[in-house]
């Protein structure tokens, strides 16, 4: 069982970018024909973040990861992995592990004959390292069941331990949670904290808004191959936050809370009262109703920058698909 990890999703933008760059992506391009898969992506991850890399599907993500291991050669544009050029990408290379696909194991093998099977073929790795990799994925004891009688989320665990035999600086997980129960996309996220706290750096591909706010310290939202939002989850998620505000007397709580220096805008959604005030200010506006003598039932964020732009995209995309 994977040990419940409190996310700590408070590292400022400011630390992270003074750290080494990794990853560094400029004007990835990836043409296909006459279609562009990737139209001049740009980004860089630094030592030590959980980066990701948001976007609904065909946006671009996989060809993106195939770019950042070699397997597709970009049509434009230079991916630099710790800043070794084009001609030590071989040893750049090696220092990464991947998950792009869901690995395939024998199911009548247990977790770690499995994964020692694999070594074998590779070479050079004794049997230390696969007990190493098993504990870090919280499958020690599971390593010794057959890899058929997993859960999903076991599964994907063990796909991951693969990855962290050669213990890499910077593992890259794409869509990592797909096709996992919710008990195993919670597993997963949880492993992936595990990891970040142990110093890894992660670039994990996602269409799934909740589980990048979850794990990722920064995110870029791609759409149609290009990136349209970066920013850390902190910071575009507490950009643009209202206040949603349910009281006994409406009209009265609007007039109160326009009249207020904190308030920008209120109007009434659905009964409730969403508004939108300067960071950080909404004690006062309870205060102020309570104050003034107005029941407050319910007071709590709503909407942010991140969500607004991702089901902007996704909304958009899906008008798109019932035209088509
Ligand atoms: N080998 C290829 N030949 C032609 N078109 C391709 C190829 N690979 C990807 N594409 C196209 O490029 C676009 C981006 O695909 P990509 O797989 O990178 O997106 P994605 O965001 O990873 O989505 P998904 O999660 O569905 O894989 C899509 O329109 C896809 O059809």
Redo the contacts with the bound molecule.
């Keep these: 069982m994977v040990q419940a990890v409190a996310p700590d999703r408070t590292r400022s933008s400011a630390s992270v970018a003074e750290r080494p760059p990794v990853l560094r992506a400029t004007g990835l391009r990836?043409r296909?024909?006459n279609?562009d898969?990737?139209r001049g992506v740009s980004f860089t991850v630094h030592a030590g973040e959980v980066y990701g890399f948001l976007?609904?599907?065909?946006?671009?993500?996989?060809?993106?990861?195939?770019m950042i291991l070699g397997l597709v050669e970009p049509t434009e544009g230079t991916i630099d992995l710790f800043g070794l050029g084009p001609e030590r990408r071989g040893e750049a290379l090696s220092r990464v592990g991947a998950i792009i696909e869901r690995p395939t194991f024998y199911p009548y093998l247990s977790g770690f004959d499995n994964l020692s099977v694999l070594a074998a073929l590779r070479g050079g790795i004794p049997s230390r390292r696969i007990h190493e990799v098993l504990e870090l994925v919280g499958l020690s004891e599971a390593g010794k069941k057959p890899f058929g009688k997993y859960s999903l989320g076991m599964k994907q665990r063990l796909g991951i331990a693969w990855t962290l035999i050669h213990d890499p600086e910077l593992i890259i997980l794409?869509?990592p949670t797909n096709g996992l129960d919710p008990a195993g996309m919670m597993e997963v996220r949880h492993l992936i904290l595990r990891l970040s706290e142990a110093g890894k750096t992660i670039f994990l591909?996602s269409?799934l808004l909740n589980e990048v706010e979850q794990v990722c310290d920064r995110v870029a939202i791609?759409r149609r191959?290009e990136v349209v939002l970066e920013g850390s989850v902190a910071e575009l998620t507490a950009r643009g936050q209202q206040t949603l505000v349910r009281v006994d007397d409406p009209l009265r709580a609007t007039d109160i809370l326009r009249n207020l220096p904190v308030v920008q805008h209120v109007e009434e959604r659905d009964g409730a009262l969403i508004v939108r005030a300067t960071d950080g200010e909404r004690a006062a506006l309870t205060a102020a109703l309570v104050q003034a003598g107005v029941a407050v039932e319910e007071v709590r964020p709503v909407g942010n920058t991140l969500e607004e732009a991702f089901l902007e995209i996704t909304g958009e995309l899906g008008s798109e698909v019932r035209r088509g």
């Design positions: 990836k296909y024909g279609h898969a990737v976007g609904p599907n065909g946006s671009g993500k996989s060809t993106t990861i195939a794409d869509e591909s269409h791609l191959g």
